[in-house]
């Protein structure tokens, strides 16, 4: 059984940072991918927001346009570990951020395969 869970959310003032983890397990290959996803405040009823995703075993990544070039997403395949770098945080990024089991398909992108941490809170100070 898959497993993720996320931590490493907080308060943050605007332009700072924070690194959010996603402890995975259950894998029996590197043939998956994470991605990390948010739902913002207001905005519950509507579907989660990609953030970024990471192929674990290309290490290939995907960035939204919002995440680009303030946003890295690593991975620590010792650590079983998936990070997210936030910086020059915005109040505009506050939300519960969650980590999800995705399938990269080169040529084509990444897929959700539906397995959800339950999510670490980010609050941003302005």
């Known amino acids: 059984e898959v497993q993720l869970v996320e931590s490493g959310g907080g308060l943050v003032q605007a332009g700072g940072s924070l690194r959010l983890s996603c402890v995975v397990s259950?894998?029996?290959?590197?043939?998956?991918?994470i991605g990390w996803f948010r739902q913002t405040p207001g905005n519950e009823r509507a579907d989660r927001e990609k953030?970024?995703?990471?192929?674990?075993?290309?290490?290939?990544?995907y960035y939204n346009n919002f995440a680009e070039g303030r946003f890295t997403i690593s991975s620590d395949n010792n650590k079983n570990t998936v990070y997210l770098q936030m910086n020059s945080q915005e109040p505009e990024d506050a939300g519960v951020y969650y980590c999800?089991?995705?399938?990269?398909?080169?040529?084509?992108?990444?897929?959700?395969?539906?397995?959800w941490g339950r999510g670490t809170q980010v609050i941003v100070s302005s």
């Open positions: 999800e089991e995705d399938q990269y398909y080169s040529g084509y992108g990444f897929y959700e395969r539906g397995s």
């Open positions: 259950g894998f029996t290959n590197d043939d998956y991918a």
């Open positions: 953030v970024s995703c990471i192929s674990i075993s290309d290490g290939y990544t």
